[in-house]
């Protein structure tokens, strides 16, 4: 039987002594799909009493994050999302707070929280609220104070939220057990209670976490805390889990399609013809019938009917598909019937591949290029800003429309990062792109960033440039560290030098020494980068190789014409 992920939780917090409490905690537990993409999130939040509007930063942090988080996209890592939240939020709190309050009463907080996504806890944390981790009757504190103490043994925040526009955001990811129990605190209670007392009273009420974290305030209040004080109990009942039978199930819940042939009708769409096929899928040119426009259809090839890896992968090929909205992406559309198999729809794109492109325009002018690199790379931050990484950029799968809008095509590689975290019982092998356009990382294990599309992106600029490749042919294992880069003038003598200097560092093989964005790289496209430009004469063996070696071989014929008359005298 497969699990879901399951927590017992409970909170409770109270002014104390104080005329108002300026703590704040909150917990969301979806019931939906993002139970799954986006996991469980706890929050609390300590408002800073010297400040006016602490007790609204630290309700701000809780509601902000509950809510902001679960609005970025699925296809964003934990990490991520919490991060360029937190980011947001502080940014918020702090021009807020010398709006409203002034430089000396600014909205500051501390924040503690805990995202249970699939089988891994992340925490984030800022401040000197805490994260306790109980396991195996031990307790361990997950969290450091980020405090200054001054004379007088008297602490003072050195890191809150809203202090400053830029915030250090502690981060961590923690492997879940069944049985885990999590204790978040603030201030007004760990630092009346000890590590004993906290681990006795939370196990002492271990089936019922909102009494627990009730029992850990009460007692804290009584031990004289003159703060607010607030607690979080979190327990881990259940972690996700299927065998590979019941995970092939759900795979299958959606038959493969039927034999296809011209006039076949699926759930609506009318098969015109064949576009491509190969051994993995089937692509058709297809007429919805409802609404009068054409289509592509892709199918899965029945050869991999019982392969639930390559059934998983070709789900997630739809679902990348239809989390980027760009005029450079092929765009997935929702089919207009229940469907009865298993394929998806896109948009059809008249026009040409950019294969086809580059065989009509053997010698394209540069400035040509240059504006299909621009759509290029458009194409492809679209999945960088959904963390993702396409790994198979290459000519045939970039199509270039009748109006000349380029269009990135084929999901069937794409890395994606948010789904990563979701364990399941199938090993996610990195799926190599095409070799002569493949990232050298690649031969090594790594999965691929936006680097190695990059990498993708500068060889078939290249290509377009001079009709080769870079080192000569495809990259492999065996021959990655004896390859060297040909420049590109070596082919095409009209490639600037400053152009061939930025094609040369976008195709390093250490990825480090490459640009760290797709702009930089576009940027030096377009203007001369002195930097790039070589100033000491280049060798005539690495300008052009075959001159150097044919001139060697003159001259290694007449100095054995020289010997031989000389020996003949």
Same mark, same amino acid.
């Given at each position: 039987?497969?699990?879901?992920?399951a927590?017992s939780?409970?909170?409770y917090?109270?002014?104390?002594?104080?005329?108002?409490n300026e703590?704040?905690?909150?917990?969301?537990?979806p019931?939906?799909?993002?139970?799954?993409t986006?996991?469980?999130?706890?929050?609390?939040? #300590?408002?800073v009493?010297?400040?006016?509007?602490g007790?609204?930063?630290?309700?701000?942090?809780?509601?902000?994050?509950?809510?902001?988080?679960?609005?970025t996209?699925?296809?964003w890592?934990?990490?991520?999302s919490?991060?360029?939240?937190l980011?947001?939020?502080?940014?918020?709190?702090?021009?807020?707070?010398?709006?409203?309050?002034?430089?000396?009463y600014?909205?500051l907080?501390?924040?503690?929280?805990?995202?249970?996504?699939s089988?891994?806890?992340?925490?984030?944390?800022?401040?000197?609220?805490r994260?306790?981790?109980?396991?195996?009757?031990?307790?361990?504190c997950?969290? @450091?104070d980020?405090?200054i103490?001054?004379k007088?043994?008297?602490?003072f925040?050195?890191?809150?939220?809203?202090?400053?526009m830029?915030?250090?955001i502690?981060?961590?990811a923690?492997?879940l057990?069944?049985?885990?129990t999590?204790? $978040?605190?603030? #201030?007004?209670? =760990?630092?009346?209670?000890?590590?004993?007392?906290?681990?006795?009273l939370?196990?002492?009420?271990?089936?019922?976490?909102? @009494?627990?974290?009730?029992a850990?305030?009460?007692?804290?209040? &009584?031990r004289?805390?003159?703060?607010?004080?607030?607690?979080?109990i979190?327990?881990? &009942?259940?972690?996700?889990?299927?065998?590979?039978?019941e995970?092939?199930?759900? $795979?299958?819940?959606?038959?493969?399609?039927?034999?296809l042939t011209?006039?076949s009708?699926?759930?609506?769409?009318? *098969?015109?013809?064949? *576009?491509?096929?190969?051994a993995?899928?089937?692509?058709?040119?297809?007429?919805?019938?409802?609404?009068?426009?054409?289509v592509?259809?892709k199918?899965p090839?029945?050869?991999?009917?019982?392969?639930?890896?390559?059934?998983?992968?070709?789900?997630?090929?739809?679902w990348?598909?239809?989390?980027?909205?760009n005029?450079?992406?092929?765009?997935?559309?929702d089919?207009?019937q229940?469907?009865?198999?298993?394929y998806?729809?896109?948009?059809?794109?008249?026009?040409?591949?950019?294969?086809q492109?580059?065989?009509?325009?053997?010698?394209?002018?540069?400035?040509?290029?240059? %504006?299909?690199?621009t759509?290029?790379?458009?194409?492809? @931050? %679209?999945?960088q800003?959904?963390?993702?990484? =396409?790994? #198979?950029l290459?000519?045939?799968?970039?199509m270039?429309?009748?109006?000349?809008?380029?269009?990135i095509v084929?999901f069937?590689?794409?890395?994606?990062a948010?789904?990563?975290?979701?364990?399941a019982?199938?090993?996610?092998?990195?799926v $190599?792109?095409t070799?002569?356009?493949?990232?050298?990382?690649?031969?090594?294990?790594?999965?691929?960033?936006?680097?190695s599309?990059l990498?993708?992106? %500068?060889?078939?600029?290249? &290509?377009?440039?001079?009709?080769h490749?870079?080192?000569g042919?495809?990259?492999s294992?065996?021959?990655?560290k @004896?390859?060297?880069?040909t420049?590109?003038r070596?082919?095409?003598?009209k490639v600037p030098?400053?152009?061939?200097g930025?094609l040369?560092?976008?195709t390093?093989?250490n990825p480090?020494?490459?640009?760290?964005a797709?702009?930089?790289? $576009?940027? #030096?496209?377009?203007?001369?980068?002195p930097?790039?430009?070589?100033?000491?004469?280049v060798?005539?063996? &690495?300008?052009n190789?075959v001159?150097?070696?044919?001139?060697?071989?003159?001259?290694?014929?007449?100095?054995?014409?020289?010997?031989?008359?000389?020996?003949?005298?």
């Amino acid at each position: 039987m497969s699990t879901k992920l399951a927590l017992s939780a409970g909170q409770y917090s109270a002014k104390g002594i104080k005329p108002r409490n300026e703590d704040a905690c909150g917990i969301r537990m979806p019931e939906d799909a993002s139970l799954v993409t986006k996991g469980i999130a706890t929050v609390v939040a #300590d408002g800073v009493s010297g400040s006016e509007g602490g007790r609204a930063a630290a309700e701000t942090c809780v509601q902000g994050f509950l809510s902001d988080y679960y609005s970025t996209p699925d296809s964003w890592t934990v990490k991520h999302s919490g991060q360029r939240v937190l980011t947001a939020l502080n940014r918020w709190l702090h021009s807020e707070g010398l709006r409203r309050y002034a430089q000396d009463y600014c909205m500051l907080s501390t924040f503690s929280a805990l995202v249970f996504k699939s089988t891994t806890a992340h925490l984030f944390h800022v401040g000197d609220t805490r994260v306790h981790r109980i396991r195996g009757g031990e307790l361990e504190c997950l969290t @450091r104070d980020h405090q200054i103490w001054a004379k007088g043994e008297k602490a003072f925040l050195s890191r809150a939220m809203g202090a400053d526009m830029t915030v250090d955001i502690d981060y961590q990811a923690l492997p879940l057990e069944v049985g885990d129990t999590f204790v $978040l605190t603030t #201030d007004g209670v =760990h630092d009346y209670l000890g590590d004993k007392e906290l681990l006795h009273l939370t196990a002492e009420h271990g089936n019922t976490p909102e @009494r627990a974290a009730r029992a850990l305030v009460s007692r804290a209040l &009584e031990r004289g805390s003159h703060d607010n004080a607030t607690c979080q109990i979190l327990h881990v &009942e259940q972690l996700p889990a299927q065998n590979e039978n019941e995970f092939f199930q759900r $795979l299958t819940e959606l038959p493969f399609p039927p034999p296809l042939t011209v006039d076949s009708v699926l759930d609506g769409y009318r *098969i015109l013809r064949e *576009i491509h096929a190969s051994a993995r899928t089937q692509v058709y040119l297809a007429l919805d019938t409802d609404a009068g426009q054409h289509v592509v259809i892709k199918t899965p090839s029945v050869n991999y009917e019982d392969n639930p890896e390559y059934i998983d992968a070709f789900l997630h090929e739809e679902w990348a598909g239809r989390r980027i909205n760009n005029p450079h992406v092929l765009k997935v559309i929702d089919p207009r019937q229940r469907r009865r198999f298993l394929y998806y729809v896109t948009e059809y794109v008249k026009g040409q591949t950019l294969r086809q492109w580059m065989n009509d325009h053997p010698d394209p002018p540069l400035s040509d290029v240059r %504006a299909l690199v621009t759509q290029i790379i458009a194409g492809v @931050r %679209a999945f960088q800003r959904q963390e993702m990484v =396409h790994r #198979d950029l290459k000519p045939e799968n970039i199509m270039i429309d009748q109006h000349g809008t380029v269009k990135i095509v084929d999901f069937g590689s794409v890395k994606i990062a948010g789904l990563e975290e979701i364990a399941a019982p199938i090993e996610r092998n990195t799926v $190599l792109g095409t070799l002569s356009y493949a990232a050298p990382e690649y031969f090594s294990g790594h999965s691929g960033s936006h680097i190695s599309d990059l990498y993708s992106v %500068a060889v078939i600029t290249y &290509e377009m440039l001079t009709g080769h490749l870079p080192y000569g042919g495809a990259l492999s294992p065996r021959n990655i560290k @004896r390859v060297e880069y040909t420049p590109a003038r070596q082919h095409n003598p009209k490639v600037p030098t400053w152009v061939d200097g930025a094609l040369r560092k976008a195709t390093q093989l250490n990825p480090e020494r490459r640009y760290l964005a797709m702009s930089e790289f $576009l940027h #030096d496209l377009s203007h001369p980068n002195p930097g790039l430009v070589r100033t000491d004469p280049v060798p005539l063996l &690495e300008r052009n190789p075959v001159a150097f070696w044919r001139g060697a071989a003159i001259l290694l014929l007449l100095a054995n014409l020289a010997l031989l008359f000389y020996f003949k005298r």
